[in-house]
């Protein structure tokens, strides 16, 4: 009896999170659908198209440098994730390793700082990019992003969490503080630094707000600033939109695929949607 009663929680269990990963699968199949549908299908609830076109991507490619701001996106997204782990690294190392007064005071502040929403901070940010004559690269939209709250209270964490003993029995044999954290610290933290970069850099390809404030041209702008480009007040092109962004989406659905296990893994650790 009991085991009839596990096997039967145990299927609706699966049922049930079948049909989540369904609904949440939905979206993205709607998505790649509708990239093929023609102008006078694009608001039909059929799933399916009944005349597949290709038309929407040949527009899309023809409306905008696609690969250009792809790789403007991918360059952005490297550049963020690397300053973002260093900043992070050394921040957090610096705050467990010396314990200098007031470092308490330091820390609430970084914690009370993650609070502060980055449209307070934009216009100053905007201003001095612009007096530094950064507008238009992708340098400008990377340095006012190059510190991550969120990954500093991460590593501090761990590096809080770091045994004592092997960092004072490295020290006692005359080795240098950065060689404590290169070669002691941080592979043995490996796989925490490595699912943080995951989520930096998922989240610095979807930057869209700030390069959007610091670029207007296109062969300057990530992916997710041409994404607009189809939608204004004159008229919507969803399917060519679609298409687009169908698009965009290739190299983080490339990345899933080839590291789903460390992202899923990341997103457990960090309890992050």
Not at 27 to 46: A, G, Q, R, V
Not at 176 to 205: E, H, M, Q, R, Y
Request: aromatic content about 14%; charged content about 10%.
């Amino acid at each position: 009896m009991k085991h009839k009663r596990f096997t039967f929680v145990t299927v609706f269990q699966h049922f049930i999170m079948i049909v989540f990963s369904l609904l949440a699968m939905f979206p993205l199949y709607w998505m790649i659908i509708s990239s093929f549908k023609n102008e006078s299908e694009i608001f039909t609830s059929s799933l399916i198209p009944m005349v597949p076109t290709f038309q929407n991507y040949i527009y899309a490619f023809q409306e905008m440098p696609i690969l250009r701001m792809m790789l403007n996106s991918f360059v952005v997204a490297i550049l963020l994730t690397a300053l973002q782990l260093v900043t992070s690294i050394l921040t957090s190392y610096a705050l467990v390793r010396w314990q200098v007064k007031g470092a308490t005071i330091i820390y609430t502040i970084l914690s009370l700082s993650w609070l502060i929403p980055m449209q307070v901070i934009m216009i100053p940010n905007y201003v001095l990019i612009n007096q530094l004559g950064l507008n238009e690269t992708l340098i400008g939209i990377v340095i006012p992003l190059s510190v991550s709250t969120f990954a500093i209270l991460s590593l501090y964490q761990s590096f809080r969490s770091f045994p004592q003993a092997l960092i004072e029995s490295a020290r006692l044999d005359g080795e240098k503080d950065f060689f404590i954290l290169v070669k002691i610290i941080l592979p043995n933290i490996k796989s925490t630094v490595a699912s943080l970069g995951i989520l930096l850099f998922i989240s610095g390809w979807n930057e869209y707000l700030w390069p959007m404030l610091i670029t207007t041209e296109m062969e300057n702008s990530p992916i997710q600033i041409g994404l607009r480009s189809f939608v204004n007040s004159d008229v919507n092109m969803w399917g060519s939109l679609m298409a687009a962004t169908t698009i965009s989406c290739l190299p983080i659905l490339l990345i899933y695929f080839l590291l789903r296990k460390h992202i899923i893994e990341s997103f457990v650790r960090y309890g992050i949607k």
